[in-house]
């Protein structure tokens, strides 16, 4: 338990950090933008394109996994959607948001700095995998689900073109994207241009969990949601327990792709699904409380489901 301990306490220790020091100075949450720019566009791209251009292309062809990963993800949201549904008597755009914040995990400023902390680098391709396929999804989800509800104004056409627009060119996607070409095209950048990617990085996930700790001080919790009974535990138990379910039932994989893709599913709210409720103006105050109480109960479930791997308790293979 003390390996594990010490895995996930300088991680969280960097959210908490980010989170001291929001509370004890007085910047506004607009004094982060530079911040969230340069991890988006700079230091997480160059991160995926340094590993992912690395890999061996069989790797970056596993198909079975994308697919039991991305209809995982789907299973989650629609569970809580149908949920939403009920409960919220068929309003539409309030149950997307939740379905959002039981389904959209923080895989981006989270995602890839706990999977090489806890599995090194061949943990980076099935993130990687996990990422652009997930967010695929959420990209064309949320604004679907909130033209049909009446959310949004625009033509479908025009719905359908912001997607792909949002998809293609997306940093991440994009550097995953470089970074597959150039696993397949063997191109290695000349040694000074990859000593600056080196430094960015290794910049990408303190910067991102710092920003992460920042943002969750300046959305202070003021109420909390009774939907937050149904959403926490599906986004922080039942989602790593369908992953892991799913990858056993599509195939056999290696042992830390399972793992990398079941503690993806393990991970909180991502902030987007408050970006999200904002850009709609649809239950934003209770996306918020949605994302920081994940986020503070992941410290707990995401340090047990590692526990359960790092100790041989969870096996790779649900059905061997």
Not at 33 to 48: D, E, K
Not at 168 to 173: G, L, N, Q, R
Not at 258 to 271: E, K, R
Request: hydrophobic share 60%; glycine share 8%.
């Amino acid at each position: 338990m003390a390996s594990v301990i010490g895995l996930v306490l300088p991680f969280f220790g960097l959210i908490f950090l980010g989170y001291f020091v929001a509370r004890i100075t007085r910047q506004s949450l607009e004094a982060l933008g530079w911040m969230n720019t340069f991890i988006i566009y700079v230091a997480l791209p160059a991160l995926f394109f340094n590993l992912l251009s690395r890999t061996p292309v069989e790797e970056l062809t596993q198909w079975r996994f994308i697919v039991a990963t991305t209809l995982s993800t789907y299973v989650v949201f629609a569970l809580m959607f149908a949920i939403a549904i009920v409960r919220g008597g068929g309003n539409i755009a309030e149950a997307t948001i939740q379905g959002l914040g039981a389904a959209y995990g923080n895989i981006g400023y989270m995602g890839p700095g706990l999977a090489l902390l806890a599995f090194g680098q061949p943990a980076i391709v099935p993130v990687a995998l996990i990422f652009c396929f997930d967010n695929t999804l959420h990209f064309i989800m949320a604004p679907m689900l909130m033209a049909l509800a009446g959310g949004g104004q625009e033509p479908w056409l025009k719905v359908a073109f912001g997607v792909v627009r949002r998809v293609v060119t997306h940093p991440f996607i994009i550097a995953t994207v470089v970074g597959v070409l150039g696993a397949i095209f063997e191109v290695r950048p000349p040694e000074p241009l990859q000593r600056l990617l080196d430094y960015l990085a290794n910049a990408a996930a303190p910067c991102a969990l710092f920003a992460m700790g920042v943002t969750l001080a300046l959305r202070p919790l003021k109420r909390v949601p009774a939907s937050l009974g149904f959403i926490v535990p599906i986004k922080l138990v039942a989602h790593p327990l369908i992953v892991w379910v799913m990858l056993g039932w599509a195939g056999t994989f290696p042992e830390v792709w399972v793992f990398a893709a079941v503690l993806q599913a393990s991970l909180p709210s991502a902030t987007n699904v408050f970006v999200i409720a904002q850009q709609y103006k649809v239950w934003v105050e209770r996306a918020s409380a949605t994302v920081l109480l994940t986020t503070l109960c992941s410290v707990v479930t995401v340090t047990g489901v590692l526990y359960l791997m790092t100790n041989g308790l969870l096996p790779a293979d649900p059905f061997p």
